[in-house]
C-alpha cells in the first residue's frame, strides 16, 4: 500500500468536503464537521476521473493525482475566508461499562478494515462492472477501453454510475491495486457521527447496545468491505433525510440546501433514489401547508427539491453513461410496461415479508435488529404513548423505504427481491435506529438509569424550632409591611 497517496487523500477529502460545508454554510458541531467532511469529501473526488475523460485526457497517475489535488485546492479557496479551525470539546473518557462495548466495536472495525485493505473486489456485480471498466481504464488510460469490444451482454452492471469505477480508478493508482479502501472512510465516519447522534438522546450503556445491533446486522456488515453501491447509498440518503427533518424543525436554508444536496448524492449512486425523493415530497408539501408559507416560497423550494436530485440524474445518465458507455442505452426497456397491472406491487410487499423479513432467511441477512425495533413500536404504542417530532419523522422515513421498495419493484422488474430489495432495505435501518433513538420507552429507560447511577440528593430536614422560627420572621415582616 502507498501511505503517502493514502494520506494524501485523506487530507484531500477533508478539504473537499469541508469546502463544500463552508459553502452551503452548514453549522455542525466539530465532531459532526469533521465526520460529514469525509463522507462529503468521496463522492465528490469521483468526479475527477469524469472530468478527465470528458476533456480527453490519459488516466494516469500524474493526471489524477493533480484533478484531486485541483478538486481539493478548488474547494478548499471558501475555507481561507473567515478561516476557523475546528475546536473539539474537551474530551471525557468513557465509563467502565462502555468499554467493554467499544472493544467489540474495534474488532469488528478491524475485520473490516483488514478485508477492505487485503482482499480483492470479489462480488458478481462489480466483477462484471465498475471492477472490470476500473481495471481496464488504470491499463488502458481510458475510460472507453477495449473491455467494450468484448462480449458483454450477460450483464448490464457497466450501466450504473461511475460513481465507484471513479473511486477505483483514483485508489488503484495512488494507494493500492485493489482500491475500495474509500469504503472505510465511509463506514468509520459513518458511525462515529450515528453513534454521538443516538449518545445525545441516550444513556451511554443504551446508545452502546444500540449501535452494537446495529453493526451487527450479518448482510450489512458485509458490505463495509464488499464494494457495491447500496452501502454508500444508504449513508447520504439517511444523512439528506436527517437534515431534511432538521430543517423542518428550525426553518434555517443552509439545512434545507444541504439536504437537497445530499439527496443528489444518493441519486448520482443509485438513480432509482428518485422514486424515494418523490414519496418525501408530501413531508414538505404539508409542512409549508401546515405553518402557511406563502405559496411562491413553497413552490421555489418544493421546485429546488425536485430538480437538484434530478440534475445529478441527468448528469449521471445524460453525460457520463452517454459519453462513458460505448453501447447503446434505453432506459424504457428496463421499465414496467404494463402499469394498469398493480398486483405486482403488493406481491413485492408480500415477499418482503414473508420471505425477506419475517423468515429465517430474513433472520440470516438481518439478524435481531427489525425484530427489536417492531417490538419497541408496539410497546410505545401501548405505554408510554409518546411520539416526538423526529421519532415521527423516522417512522415516515421507515414507510417511505418500505413502500418505495415496493413500488421500485414494481416499476424495474429487474429490481430482484434478493439483490436490490434485499441491500436497498439498508436505507431503513439507520432510520430505525433514529426512531429508537426517540423511542418513549428508551428514553423512560435512560432516564431511570441516570437516576439510579447519579442519585440526587435528599432535602436535609430542619428542626422544628427552626421551622417555628422562620415562620415567626416571616409574620413580622409582613405586620412591617402593612403599617408602612
Given at each position: 500500500?502507498?501511505?503517502?497517496?493514502?494520506?494524501?487523500?485523506?487530507?484531500?477529502?477533508?478539504?473537499?468536503?469541508?469546502?463544500?460545508?463552508?459553502?452551503?454554510?452548514?453549522?455542525?458541531?466539530?465532531?459532526?464537521?469533521?465526520?460529514?467532511?469525509?463522507?462529503?469529501?468521496?463522492?465528490?473526488?469521483?468526479?475527477?476521473?469524469?472530468?478527465l475523460q470528458?476533456?480527453?485526457?490519459?488516466?494516469?497517475?500524474a493526471?489524477?493525482f493533480?484533478?484531486?489535488?485541483?478538486?481539493?485546492?478548488?474547494?478548499?479557496?471558501?475555507?481561507?475566508?473567515?478561516?476557523?479551525?475546528l475546536?473539539?470539546?474537551?474530551?471525557?473518557?468513557?465509563?467502565l461499562?462502555?468499554?467493554?462495548?467499544?472493544?467489540?466495536?474495534?474488532?469488528?472495525?478491524?475485520?473490516?478494515?483488514?478485508?477492505?485493505?487485503?482482499?480483492?473486489?470479489?462480488?458478481?456485480?462489480m466483477?462484471?462492472?465498475?471492477?472490470?471498466?476500473?481495471?481496464?481504464?488504470?491499463?488502458?488510460?481510458t475510460?472507453?477501453?477495449?473491455?467494450?469490444?468484448?462480449?458483454?451482454?450477460?450483464?448490464?452492471?457497466?450501466?450504473?454510475?461511475?460513481?465507484?469505477?471513479c473511486?477505483?480508478?483514483?485508489?488503484?493508482?495512488?494507494?493500492?491495486?485493489?482500491?475500495?479502501v474509500?469504503?472505510?472512510?465511509?463506514?468509520?465516519?459513518?458511525?462515529?457521527?450515528?453513534?454521538a447522534?443516538v449518545?445525545?438522546?441516550?444513556?451511554?450503556?443504551?446508545?452502546?447496545?444500540?449501535?452494537?445491533?446495529?453493526?451487527?446486522?450479518?448482510?450489512?456488515f458485509?458490505?463495509?468491505?464488499?464494494?457495491?453501491?447500496?452501502?454508500?447509498?444508504?449513508?447520504?440518503?439517511?444523512?439528506?433525510?436527517?437534515?431534511l427533518?432538521?430543517?423542518?424543525?428550525?426553518?434555517?436554508?443552509?439545512?434545507?440546501?444541504?439536504?437537497?444536496?445530499?439527496?443528489?448524492?444518493?441519486?448520482?449512486?443509485?438513480?432509482?433514489?428518485?422514486?424515494?425523493?418523490?414519496m418525501?415530497?408530501?413531508?414538505?408539501v404539508?409542512?409549508?401547508?401546515?405553518?402557511?408559507?406563502?405559496?411562491?416560497?413553497?413552490?421555489?423550494?418544493?421546485?429546488?427539491?425536485?430538480?437538484?436530485?434530478?440534475?445529478?440524474?441527468?448528469?449521471?445518465?445524460?453525460?457520463?453513461?452517454?459519453n462513458?458507455?460505448p453501447?447503446?442505452?434505453?432506459?424504457?426497456?428496463?421499465?414496467n410496461?404494463?402499469?394498469?397491472?398493480?398486483?405486482?406491487?403488493?406481491?413485492?410487499?408480500?415477499?418482503?415479508?414473508?420471505?425477506?423479513?419475517?423468515?429465517?432467511?430474513g433472520?440470516?441477512?438481518?439478524?435481531?435488529?427489525?425484530?427489536?425495533?417492531?417490538?419497541?413500536?408496539?410497546?410505545?404504542?401501548?405505554?408510554?404513548?409518546?411520539?416526538?417530532?423526529?421519532?415521527?419523522?423516522?417512522?415516515?422515513?421507515?414507510?417511505?423505504?418500505?413502500?418505495?421498495?415496493?413500488?421500485?419493484?414494481y416499476?424495474?422488474?429487474?429490481?430482484?427481491?434478493?439483490?436490490t430489495?434485499?441491500?436497498?432495505?439498508?436505507?431503513?435501518?439507520?432510520?430505525m435506529?433514529?426512531?429508537m433513538?426517540?423511542?418513549?420507552?428508551?428514553?423512560?429507560?435512560?432516564?431511570?438509569?441516570?437516576?439510579?447511577?447519579?442519585?440526587?440528593?435528599?432535602?436535609?430536614?430542619?428542626?422544628?424550632?427552626?421551622?417555628?422560627?422562620?415562620?415567626n420572621?416571616?409574620?413580622?415582616?409582613?405586620?412591617?409591611n402593612?403599617?408602612?
Amino acid at each position: 500500500m502507498n501511505f503517502a497517496g493514502l494520506i494524501f487523500l485523506l487530507i484531500a477529502h477533508f478539504i473537499t468536503g469541508r469546502g463544500v460545508l463552508r459553502l452551503i454554510n452548514v453549522q455542525l458541531e466539530p465532531l459532526t464537521t469533521f465526520c460529514f467532511s469525509m463522507i462529503i469529501g468521496v463522492p465528490m473526488l469521483s468526479f475527477a476521473p469524469c472530468v478527465l475523460q470528458l476533456m480527453h485526457i490519459p488516466i494516469t497517475m500524474a493526471s489524477v493525482f493533480f484533478s484531486v489535488a485541483g478538486f481539493a485546492v478548488a474547494f478548499g479557496i471558501p475555507l481561507t475566508i473567515n478561516f476557523k479551525r475546528l475546536r473539539f470539546q474537551k474530551i471525557t473518557f468513557p465509563k467502565l461499562y462502555e468499554w467493554p462495548f467499544y472493544l467489540v466495536y474495534l474488532v469488528f472495525i478491524i475485520i473490516s478494515l483488514w478485508r477492505c485493505f487485503y482482499m480483492p473486489p470479489y462480488s458478481r456485480d462489480m466483477l462484471s462492472g465498475p471492477e472490470l471498466l476500473a481495471e481496464y481504464a488504470v491499463r488502458e488510460k481510458t475510460m472507453i477501453s477495449s473491455v467494450f469490444t468484448t462480449d458483454m451482454t450477460t450483464s448490464n452492471n457497466y450501466f450504473k454510475s461511475p460513481y465507484i469505477t471513479c473511486l477505483q480508478i483514483i485508489y488503484k493508482l495512488l494507494v493500492s491495486s485493489f482500491g475500495q479502501v474509500w469504503l472505510s472512510i465511509l463506514f468509520l465516519s459513518f458511525t462515529v457521527w450515528i453513534f454521538a447522534l443516538v449518545r445525545k438522546r441516550l444513556h451511554p450503556l443504551v446508545a452502546c447496545l444500540l449501535l452494537l445491533l446495529f453493526i451487527l446486522i450479518p448482510e450489512m456488515f458485509a458490505y463495509t468491505f464488499v464494494i457495491l453501491y447500496d452501502y454508500s447509498n444508504m449513508i447520504f440518503f439517511f444523512s439528506a433525510y436527517y437534515f431534511l427533518t432538521r430543517y423542518l424543525g428550525s426553518n434555517k436554508i443552509n439545512e434545507f440546501a444541504f439536504s437537497v444536496f445530499l439527496f443528489g448524492i444518493a441519486t448520482y449512486i443509485r438513480t432509482e433514489t428518485l422514486i424515494l425523493i418523490a414519496m418525501i415530497m408530501p413531508l414538505l408539501v404539508f409542512n409549508y401547508y401546515r405553518n402557511k408559507v406563502p405559496l411562491k416560497k413553497a413552490v421555489l423550494r418544493i421546485g429546488i427539491f425536485c430538480l437538484v436530485p434530478f440534475a445529478f440524474y441527468f448528469l449521471n445518465i445524460h453525460v457520463f453513461i452517454r459519453n462513458f458507455i460505448p453501447i447503446p442505452f434505453d432506459l424504457g426497456e428496463n421499465l414496467n410496461r404494463d402499469l394498469t397491472n398493480t398486483s405486482a406491487f403488493f406481491q413485492r410487499l408480500d415477499d418482503m415479508n414473508n420471505q425477506l423479513i419475517f423468515s429465517k432467511l430474513g433472520y440470516m441477512f438481518f439478524g435481531y435488529f427489525i425484530y427489536i425495533f417492531c417490538g419497541i413500536f408496539i410497546i410505545d404504542i401501548i405505554w408510554p404513548r409518546k411520539f416526538n417530532r423526529e421519532s415521527l419523522f423516522a417512522l415516515y422515513g421507515v414507510g417511505v423505504v418500505y413502500f418505495g421498495l415496493g413500488l421500485i419493484g414494481y416499476l424495474l422488474p429487474l429490481a430482484d427481491l434478493l439483490n436490490t430489495t434485499k441491500r436497498g432495505m439498508f436505507k431503513a435501518f439507520p432510520l430505525m435506529l433514529l426512531y429508537m433513538a426517540n423511542s418513549g420507552l428508551l428514553i423512560r429507560l435512560s432516564e431511570a438509569i441516570k437516576d439510579w447511577e447519579y442519585p440526587k440528593p435528599k432535602p436535609i430536614a430542619q428542626p422544628k424550632q427552626t421551622l417555628k422560627a422562620n415562620v415567626n420572621i416571616k409574620t413580622a415582616n409582613l405586620k412591617k409591611n402593612k403599617s408602612k
